[in-house]
């Protein structure tokens, strides 16, 4: 069976995280993609390596299923490569810092001129307009501008960022279906559009119920917040507040090592059996506890009573307890728990590789299953490991011609 985007070819110019994780996932949806590096190659290869002279899992774990051409745009010869390169492509994809495409003389414009069909995705810290066009911008560059750090930890602390990348694989995920619209829309038309997506807006589009709340703070107090919020003028950080409209809250279990403890959400429609099995008719009968909005105001006893309960039981145990009485919850997953187990396996979540320079490795699988495109994940490329095959593949050019282009400069420094 065709994959999804089977015949879509991609001209993958994205290093670091942000691009790359847009075009695993296009890679993994069926399409070709076609790594595009300089001749140093894309920098996370040799980023944090654990093993020497190998790529690093940086790279590894991003940059699966595609295929690595090198080409060295600082030479005429190599940006005759990239000129032939975008006539065969249906997309364009980058992430450089503001105006380095266009450093090389290849703007929007001047791409769309030489191939009208294609489509091209930018991801830039904060887009090409506004007084921040101009800055760089990482992870948590991102997290610090677009609302989440501000947002993310305990009140009494500092801002904390999240683990989940959310400003560099956050954007990557806006970007994947800025191009699938695009695409969409190409077949249609015929004509090939410019997505961008910028790390700031993404990340403010993740924090949006931040500022569902940023417009609540006037109009009284938020008892669903275990935080006074009386006269702020921003949404606080509330630690593990659910954040919805049921309460919420991470519960300690035993032996109280740094991941036992399971987030349990007190739903409405679960108290009772809950409250029950807790404390019996008493506890169901409590007034304090009685509406969801007691069970607000009077949180703080409640989270110490579940506290208290959960103290006997270790997370799992937990877990098994709270799931007889249909109570969304969920045990604190640390890496290791993650990486055995049973679930994830059977998802297809955590999956082993090899590599010729690393030997075995785990990647994360691909978050979405579609019935008809099973994704075989396959290691990540050498660096030019694919040089010669895809210009004898895409561009039919023979040996003569590809090493004439060698000669003159076109895929080394
Ligand atoms: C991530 C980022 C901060 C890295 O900054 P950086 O390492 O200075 O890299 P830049 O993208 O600015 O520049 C890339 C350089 O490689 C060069 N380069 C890229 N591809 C090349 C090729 N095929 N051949 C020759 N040179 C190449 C560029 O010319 C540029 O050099 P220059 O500064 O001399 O013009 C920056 O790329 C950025 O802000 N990107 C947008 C936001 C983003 O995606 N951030 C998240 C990353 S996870």
Redesign the pocket.
């Given at each position: 069976m065709e994959k999804a985007l089977a015949g879509i070819r991609i001209l993958d110019?994205t290093?670091?995280?942000?691009?790359p994780t847009a075009s695993q996932l296009m890679a993994w949806l069926g399409a070709d993609v076609i790594k595009?590096?300089?001749?140093a190659g894309d920098?996370t290869r040799g980023q944090l390596r654990d093993v020497p002279n190998a790529d690093s899992l940086y790279f590894t774990m991003l940059n699966c299923n595609k295929r690595s051409i090198v080409?060295?745009?600082?030479s005429d010869a190599?940006k005759e490569v990239f000129v032939e390169l975008l006539k065969n492509c249906d997309v364009i994809m980058e992430?450089?810092?503001?105006g380095?495409l266009d450093?090389?003389g290849f703007t929007w414009d001047k791409i769309h001129d030489i191939n009208p069909a294609i489509v091209m995705g930018s991801?830039?810290?904060f887009g090409s307009s506004g007084p921040y066009a101009e800055f760089?911008?990482?992870?948590n560059v991102a997290q610090a501008m677009g609302g989440s750090m501000s947002t993310t930890g305990f009140d009494d602390g500092p801002p904390l960022v999240t683990g989940a990348q959310i400003g560099?694989s956050g954007?990557g995920l806006h970007l994947v279906i800025g191009l699938l619209a695009a695409l969409q829309a190409r077949n249609r038309t015929g004509r090939g559009q410019y997505v961008e997506v910028a790390?700031m807006d993404s990340v403010m589009n993740l924090c949006r119920v931040k500022f569902r709340d940023h417009q609540r703070l006037t109009r009284g107090p938020m008892p669903e917040y275990s935080i006074p919020t009386e006269g702020r003028h921003a949404t606080p950080r509330s630690g593990n507040d659910s954040g919805g409209g049921q309460l919420g809250n991470a519960v300690k279990c035993k032996p109280g090592g740094p991941n036992d403890y399971i987030y349990v959400v007190v739903q409405e429609a679960v108290w009772n059996a809950l409250a029950q099995h807790m404390g019996g008719d008493a506890l169901v009968q409590d007034p304090r506890f009685a509406t969801i909005g007691e069970r607000r105001k009077n949180q703080g006893v409640m989270w110490d009573m579940l506290n208290k309960f959960a103290s006997q039981f270790t997370k799992r145990e937990f877990m098994a307890v709270l799931n007889e009485m249909d109570v969304p919850c969920g045990p604190i997953m640390s890496t290791e728990d993650l990486a055995n187990d049973e679930h994830v396996k059977l998802r297809d979540m955590y999956v082993e590789l090899d590599h010729p320079t690393r030997g075995t490795w785990y990647n994360v699988g691909m978050p979405i299953k579609l019935s008809d495109n099973h994704v075989k994940i396959e290691r990540s490329p050498l660096l030019g490991e694919h040089t010669d095959n895809v210009l004898g593949d895409v561009l039919g050019w023979d040996a003569a011609k590809i090493e004439a282009h060698r000669s003159a400069g076109a895929f080394s420094k």
């Open positions: 110019m290093h670091v995280q942000a691009g595009f590096e300089p001749p920098a080409v060295n745009m600082k190599g992430n450089f810092g503001p380095v450093r090389f991801i830039k810290g760089k911008a990482y992870e560099d954007t790390m």
